[in-house]
């Protein structure tokens, strides 16, 4: 029987997930043994992950039970959840629960849950800069992450809490990139003023989160913040600029305008990048760039993205 350590990785087939398990698999001194949780172990995205090498086990972050075997004799575990695909910061705490017991049923030595701040500890429901939504959130993405840190804590898990960045992947699925306005000009928009944003490629926050399972116990109890890069929104379109090779604006919306886009999401959205905006010091300085290299040596910067990506980013017409 091999003695590798197991990391459990919920979401596996998804971005952060995968990340991690390809970061585990591609290990050259495989350390650990990946065994990737889906809904679906016959998925197309499940199958390449057994390809590769993974364990593929079936897992529901919605079922307790299923976590509890899906993380049965695992090392370390990677928490994830899914609020994109049911806006329901409720179902996150739930679903964070869920795991966080199942993590502690399992004995599992080292948790790393992928959080985010609770923002309404720095805009609290009754300050009007920004709306309250859904009656008890400020950015409901957010505050239910942050929330669900004390699950984890209080039934005394051994966790990393991993404070992600915005993807720049945002820019090619979530229709962030640069479009042409009525004048022709590409732009980017985005309600973040002058502030630095700090971004990621999604590939390397599974790529960090190996980084801290290798650190280990160093890491139990600490906060870890990543970025790739912290950008402006000027340096972002000089960037998209230099790619494309055509000018690229930086359309500065006021967070107002961006809630008032009425995509769903947008005033979740345009809270969290005001909340990105207005605390900009706080936002950045727990997510430092070469921390996140030192765990991660092959961390992209947003170039390093931008070129990587070329073929995904078409010149818009
Ligand atoms: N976009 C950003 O800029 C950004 C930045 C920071 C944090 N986040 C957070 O990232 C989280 C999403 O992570 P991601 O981007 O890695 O997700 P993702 O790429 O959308 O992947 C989701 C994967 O999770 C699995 N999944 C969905 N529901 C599940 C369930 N009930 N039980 C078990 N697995 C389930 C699915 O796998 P199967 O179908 O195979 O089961 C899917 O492949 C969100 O909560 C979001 O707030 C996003």
């Not at 990340?19 to 990737?36: M, N």
């Not at 307790?64 to 910061?89: I, M, N």
Request: proline content about 5%.
């Amino acid at each position: 029987m091999s003695e590798k350590k197991v990391i459990a990785v919920v979401g596996a087939t998804g971005a952060q997930g995968g990340g991690l398990v390809r970061a585990i698999l591609s290990d050259p001194d495989h350390p650990f043994v990946a065994r990737a949780i889906t809904r679906d172990v016959n998925s197309v995205k499940a199958k390449e992950l057994a390809a590769l090498g993974a364990e593929v086990v079936a897992g529901d972050v919605d079922d307790p039970e299923s976590l509890r075997r899906a993380f049965e004799g695992a090392y370390g575990a990677y928490c994830v959840t899914f609020f994109w695909d049911h806006f329901s910061p409720e179902k996150e705490l739930a679903q964070a629960r869920a795991m966080a017991e199942a993590a502690k049923d399992a004995g599992v030595k080292h948790v790393v849950w992928s959080t985010l701040e609770d923002t309404r500890k720095w805009v609290p429901l009754s300050d009007d800069r920004m709306p309250t939504l859904m009656e008890k959130y400020k950015v409901p993405h957010f505050d239910a992450k942050g929330e669900a840190d004390q699950i984890f804590t209080s039934l005394g898990v051994p966790t990393t809490f991993l404070l992600t960045s915005f993807y720049w992947d945002n820019f090619i699925g979530f229709g962030m990139g640069p479009a042409r306005g009525a004048d022709g000009k590409l732009a980017i928009t985005l309600p973040i003023g002058n502030a630095k944003l700090p971004g990621i490629a999604a590939e390397d926050i599974g790529r960090s989160a190996y980084g801290i399972f290798k650190k280990g116990a160093a890491l139990i109890g600490k906060r870890v913040g990543i970025a790739g890069d912290h950008l402006s929104g000027n340096e972002m379109a000089a960037a998209f600029a230099n790619l494309l090779g055509e000018e690229v604006r930086y359309n500065a919306v006021d967070p107002s305008v961006y809630r008032s886009f009425g995509f769903p999401g947008a005033d979740d959205l345009g809270n969290m990048f005001q909340f990105k905006r207005d605390f900009e010091d706080d936002f950045r300085s727990v997510r430092p760039v070469d921390e996140t290299r030192a765990l991660n040596p092959s961390l992209q910067s947003f170039s390093d993205w931008l070129r990587t990506n070329r073929e995904r980013i078409p010149l818009p017409a």
